[in-house]
């Protein structure tokens, strides 16, 4: 048989080829592999969450982050879950790739509460949100609006006053039940026109609202192992958020068909938010009105949205300020100074306390009620600073650690509200460094109703009453533990002693 004999030329054309090839082949593979962000190591199936372990997920994340870096990706169960622990890359989310990060994910607990998340926070981003966002905005939360309620914060801080001076001299009071039926009030009247407090359907309203709360501070392990989602039925966890949302919806509906009774007969003049929710209701303009679970839940977002975040925002101010006495003092000097002896206090008074903007502005940078804001959801795949982020990646961002980051502040964990004096770092969602209310297209549209109530509320306690710390406690061992939920309230009440300050 003739021997086979390959030319030498024709063998080194043929081998340089292959050569190509592999080449080639080797550099689309590594162009087609990711960057992706840090990332500490994980444990199958659970992924990082058994690195969420002190029960309060913002500081094991801001430890996580100092080795990491301030941007982390981390795997809850199977769900790719982005952590953003600085101003520039919270910047990246809010601003640069805004509408990649619009969206909501959408979790057990909140779907079932929040009528499958036809509320505004969290419906998905598109058309039916931006649809709901502008009611919200132009229509309950202008600033025309909330100048509007400017009677009942005055009315609340005053009920506020008077519970504290009955009480007042050498008894404690209780700071934080009362921030909470301050907040409960000014958004029940604001929403309702009445104080749910007064009646037995406001009652039921708020104890399940506060089993909301807690509920949609639990994690629930089967939005993250979807095969373990069968734990939630087993622990009573699925029960309770059934139960909850019924307890919830039967409330609203019950308030709803009352006010369309009264309405036939009345005609009401559409001030309060349900009353401008209903006329949109009502409205058969196609486009223009909204079905009742949308109402129910835009009422709804307004109470998660509004309640729990003013009371803890005054919890955590008052706090600082007590275990502050400098602070406190200039505070006073500040408000007694503008105020002198006029009876009320009006909007252009607060305007002048700088101080008093910059103590709350402070509290909130080092106390962000939402330490973890409202999560995000990537809806495609983008790329953040040259690191790739895949579409349904969700995204959390830290402003709890970012409020502490040494990039953005000196001497971050000192209380030192004069940072902000000569200083226009605000907390509108522009500037990245302080975001207790977010940013961007989703960021908080309460944050002057917010603003207002606790500005005014302030203002009120410390021009009124001298405060001390209760039972002889020292400002430097004031216990400032954190509780654990979505909303991180103070671990211990706050109580303290007023007396009446003798010009007032
Ligand atoms: C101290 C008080 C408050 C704090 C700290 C706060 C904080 C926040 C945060 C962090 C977000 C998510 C922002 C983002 O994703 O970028 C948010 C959204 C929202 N907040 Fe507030 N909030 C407060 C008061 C209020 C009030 C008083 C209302 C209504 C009366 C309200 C209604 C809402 C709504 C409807 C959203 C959802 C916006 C959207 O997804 O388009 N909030 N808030």
Redesign the pocket.
């Known amino acids: 048989m003739e021997e086979f004999h390959l030319n030498p030329l024709i063998l080194t054309a043929l081998l340089s080829l292959v050569l190509l090839w592999s080449i080639t082949r080797i550099s689309i593979k590594s162009s087609n592999k990711k960057k992706l962000p840090p990332s500490p190591p994980k444990l199958p199936i659970i992924g990082n969450l058994h690195q969420l372990g002190s029960s309060l997920p913002h500081c094991d994340l801001h430890s996580l982050a100092k080795k990491h870096g301030p941007l982390m990706l981390l795997h809850f169960g199977s769900v790719p879950v982005l952590i953003v622990s600085s101003a520039e890359f919270a910047r990246e989310i ?1 601003v640069t790739h805004d509408t990649t990060f ?1 969206n ?1 994910p959408h979790f057990k607990a909140m779907m079932k509460m929040v009528y499958g998340c036809r ?5 998905p981003y598109g058309e039916y ?1 931006r649809r ?2 502008s009611i ?1 905005v132009l229509q ?2 202008c600033n025309k609006r909330v100048q509007s309620y400017s009677t009942i914060r005055k009315e609340e801080a005053a009920c506020l006053v008077n519970k504290i001076r009955e009480s007042s001299g050498t008894t404690p009071v209780d700071l934080s039940a009362m921030f909470e039926s301050f907040s409960n009030d000014v ?1 029940g009247r ?2 309702f026109g009445g104080k749910l407090s007064d009646s037995e359907n406001g009652k039921n309203f708020l104890d399940a609202m506060a089993d909301l709360m807690e509920l949609l501070g639990i994690i629930n392990i089967g939005d993250f192992i979807p095969w373990l989602g069968w734990i939630g039925r087993v622990n009573g966890v699925d029960k309770r958020l059934d139960d909850t949302a019924k307890k919830i919806d039967q409330v609203l509906e019950s308030v709803i068909q009352e006010r369309l009774r009264e309405k036939g007969v009345k005609d009401k003049n559409g001030e309060y ?1 349900l009353d401008i929710l209903l006329d949109i209701y009502n409205d058969k303009t196609p486009d223009v009105s909204i079905d009742r679970d949308s109402l129910k839940g ?1 009422i709804l ?7 729990d ?2 009371s ?2 005054m919890e955590w101010t008052m706090s600082e300020i007590l275990r502050h006495p400098t602070v406190m003092e200039k505070l006073q000097h500040e408000v007694r100074g503008i105020l002198k002896q006029k009876p009320e206090i009006t909007d252009d008074d607060i305007q002048k306390m700088h101080y008093l903007k910059a103590v709350i502005k402070e509290a ?1 940078r080092l106390h ?3 330490p973890l ?4 959801l990537a809806s495609k795949d983008v790329q953040v600073k040259g690191f790739d982020i895949s579409a349904g990646t969700v995204v959390m ?1 830290n ?1 709890w650690a970012i409020g502490r980051d040494l990039v953005s502040w000196v001497e971050p964990e000192k209380f030192m509200p004069e940072r902000f004096l000569n200083s226009s770092i605000d ?1 509108k ?1 522009l500037d990245f460094e302080l ?13 002057t ?3 207002a ?2 500005e005014l509320l302030l203002a009120d306690l410390v021009r009124k009453f001298d405060w001390k710390l209760a039972n002889g406690v020292e400002p430097k061992d004031f216990d400032m533990s954190e509780s654990p939920g979505m909303t991180v309230h103070r671990a211990v009440p706050l109580l303290a002693l007023a007396s009446p300050s003798p010009a007032t």
């Open positions: 809010m619009a909501r509320d505004v926070s969290l419906s949100w709901m966002r919200v309950l939360l958004i604001s929403a938010f835009t977002d307004v109470f998660v949205g509004g309640t975040t003013i803890t925002t909130m962000p009620p939402l804001l409202v999560p995000r961002i402003a907390f969602g975001i207790p209310f977010g940013g961007g297209r989703r960021g908080c549209p309460g944050i109703f917010a603003a109530g606790m």
